[in-house]
């Protein structure tokens, strides 16, 4: 799998403010996904973006592909305690069906 | 429901003792894998299944075993477990090639070795 690095590790929000997480490659990548992993859970598929400059909404948050296809960007506006959680991004699977995840951002809400 | 279910969410054993962590998934998918998460570390890869009796080594097979012997199983086996392997253990699939690739997670098993 291509190798994608995710920036930063951690993320203190205050409530209601704006926030967004960064996932970049060396290389371009064909597709990235993005996946929630609340405390205590297991990661959820979230999104896939595919195309160059795509932007994707899911209520609070937009996710954004690169023109490049080179990044990827998480942005979660007025941040709830709901989006608690770790935030990981995966490039595409290599021949053998795995994805190389990200390191993951952990994002942290204060009231 | 289409899901992924691993057996036991938590699990307490001691050094040298086998045990085994099953993983079922009811959605057809060819593609199986198991994931180590921890602190600092990320999601990391034991060991993968692209289909029924076809299996391999991810980044950190070490002291593990699995087996692929029917498409909607795939047990993960540590023969001789070791405090290094205290985790948290997810079981993950996907359609495989020519599908989309989204993983389905497992809930976890919080595995501690004493």
């Known amino acids: 799998g291509q190798q994608v690095m995710q920036i930063p590790q951690y993320q203190h929000v205050q409530e209601g403010e704006d926030f967004t997480t960064y996932c970049n490659s060396s290389?371009?990548?064909?597709?990235i996904q993005w996946y929630k992993q609340r405390p205590g859970g297991h990661p959820v598929f979230l999104i896939q973006l595919v195309k160059s400059g795509e932007v994707k909404k899911q209520k609070r948050l937009t996710f954004q592909f690169g023109e490049a296809k080179k990044n990827s960007s998480l942005h979660i506006t007025a941040t709830q305690t709901t989006d608690v959680g770790t935030y990981f991004c995966a490039g595409p699977p290599d021949s053998w069906g795995k994805l190389q995840f990200g390191a993951g951002t952990q994002v942290v809400v204060t009231p | 429901e289409a899901q992924v279910t691993q057996n036991p969410r938590y699990l307490i054993t001691v050094t040298g003792k086998k045990l085994t962590v099953t993983c079922s998934q009811n959605m057809n998918h060819e593609y199986m894998s198991w994931y180590r998460q921890d602190p600092g570390l990320g999601l990391r890869q034991i060991y993968y299944?692209?289909?029924?009796?076809?299996?391999d080594k991810g980044d950190v097979p070490e002291g593990y075993k699995v087996s692929r012997k029917e498409k909607r199983n795939f047990p993960l086996i540590l023969e001789s477990p070791s405090p290094n392997q205290t985790s948290l253990y997810f079981c993950?699939?996907?359609?495989?090639?020519?599908?989309?690739?989204?993983?389905?997670f497992g809930s976890g098993t919080r595995l501690t070795v004493v």
């Open positions: 290389t371009t990548l064909s597709n």
């Open positions: 993950a699939s996907s359609p495989g090639t020519g599908g989309p690739s989204r993983y389905t």
């Open positions: 299944s692209m289909n029924v009796e076809v299996t």
